[in-house]
């Protein structure tokens, strides 16, 4: 999806297929839209494929269109955002569940998950299956991980769309963003990386950055199909080779904010040898310091 400016908001999105499918030669299972419902009112959404379904690339794409048919029909006459996503959600799952019946396959073949959200250039109200996920831009230009991976009891294991309402969260939130990211999980796993669970900054502030920044709200002068080339030029070199997952960004932000730009300790590179050593001597209490894998390396 190609990049685009309005009065209010500014946006653009992209799906990459990931180096493991290129090898595999199989297409991208991503799918991903950002339209505007009202005068006010944006829907943003991915959707992941997951590996495993045979025609999960349909399954996502299914899911994001019967999403956006379904809001645009209710939002106009029903003020409550919560209710017509979460009626949404369903409405995308009869959607997949339809077409499975249609071409006479198991459901099970067109698992995804499902992260959207709507914005009106503060407010959000967001929905979330799956181990997709959001993150906010403060209007101090912080950045804010809105949502948790929705993940089984198994290794990899993610619990897609057709797990049902059960596992669907919904919220609406009680602060204004400035902006918001969704990712699939293959780029929001280095956004949001276990190295910096335990630690005051859980995410890589200096990867998320570079698809959303305080830099560019506000700034309407900005070609949005020229930063949607510099994400993808970004994805696809070699800082983010250990990417091997398909790619989806979307960025969508306010353009009447202007945005604080935080100081420049926020964006100090995390060091990721000593977070590295610390895991590892809690992993192994007993491996002296000196015998710790990596301990002289300064590298991510």
């Not at 209007?139 to 294991?157: H, M, P, S």
Request: aromatic letters at 10%; hydrophobic letters at 40%.
């Amino acid at each position: 999806m190609p990049g685009g400016i309005n009065r209010l908001i500014g946006y653009y999105g992209l799906s990459l297929t990931g180096r493991s499918h290129h090898e595999q030669m199989m297409p991208c299972q991503d799918s991903h839209l950002a339209v505007r419902l009202t005068n006010d009112i944006w829907l943003a959404a991915v959707a992941d494929g997951v590996g495993s379904a045979e025609f999960s690339d349909r399954g996502s794409k299914t899911a994001v269109n019967a999403l956006f048919r379904y809001c645009s029909g209710e939002i106009i006459d029903c003020d409550n955002w919560l209710q017509v996503l979460a009626e949404g959600y369903t409405a995308a799952l009869e959607a997949i569940r339809a077409l499975a019946e249609e071409e006479g396959n198991s459901i099970h073949d067109y698992d995804t998950t499902l992260t959207a959200a709507l914005f009106d250039g503060g407010q959000v109200v967001y929905g979330q299956s799956g181990d997709s996920g959001m993150i906010g831009m403060n209007q101090d230009g912080r950045y804010e991980l809105l949502t948790l991976a929705q993940k089984g009891d198994a290794f990899n294991e993610v619990c897609p769309l057709r797990c049902g309402s059960e596992t669907w969260v919904f919220a609406k939130l009680d602060k204004k963003f400035s902006g918001l990211l969704l990712m699939t999980d293959g780029v929001l796993d280095v956004a949001v990386p276990a190295l910096l669970n335990d630690q005051p900054e859980k995410l890589y502030v200096n990867f998320v950055r570079q698809f959303l920044s305080s830099e560019q709200i506000g700034t309407n002068s900005i070609d949005q199909d020229m930063f949607r080339q510099k994400s993808i030029d970004f994805l696809e070199s070699p800082f983010c080779n250990a990417i091997t997952d398909d790619m989806t960004v979307l960025s969508i932000w306010n353009n009447k904010i202007a945005c604080s730009v935080p100081d420049a300790d926020y964006f100090l590179e995390p060091d990721w040898a000593a977070l590295r050593r610390s895991r590892y001597n809690k992993l192994y209490p007993y491996i002296k310091p000196d015998e710790v894998p990596g301990a002289d390396d300064s590298t991510k």
